[in-house]
């Protein structure tokens, strides 16, 4: 590898704002803001969503309606028009 060329890589606590749960991984973001994470100083990001807090990975999705807007349609004006 290179010399001075690659970015610092180093542990950075990631907040999920949605969850109110923090990650602590390894990163290369640069921050300006710092937390106090287990007893050490960390540098700070906030995420408006993570795993923690996404529908899919929770299993809180929402079902989608069964009927959409085109059988809604056929059920109201599906005879009209036929013989």
């Known amino acids: 590898m290179k010399p001075n060329i690659h970015p610092n890589y180093q542990q950075v606590v990631f907040h999920d704002t949605a969850s109110n749960t923090h990650f602590l991984v390894g ?11 287990k007893g050490k100083t960390y540098p700070y990001v906030t995420l408006d969503v ?12 929402r079902v989608a309606k069964k009927d ?3 059988s809604k349609f056929k059920n109201r004006f599906g005879s009209v028009g036929t013989k």
């Open 68 to 70: 959409g807007r085109v």
């Open 27 to 37: 990163s290369t973001i640069q921050t300006k803001r710092t937390i106090e994470f």
């Open 50 to 61: 993570s795993s923690a807090s996404h529908s899919f990975y929770t299993g809180k999705q």
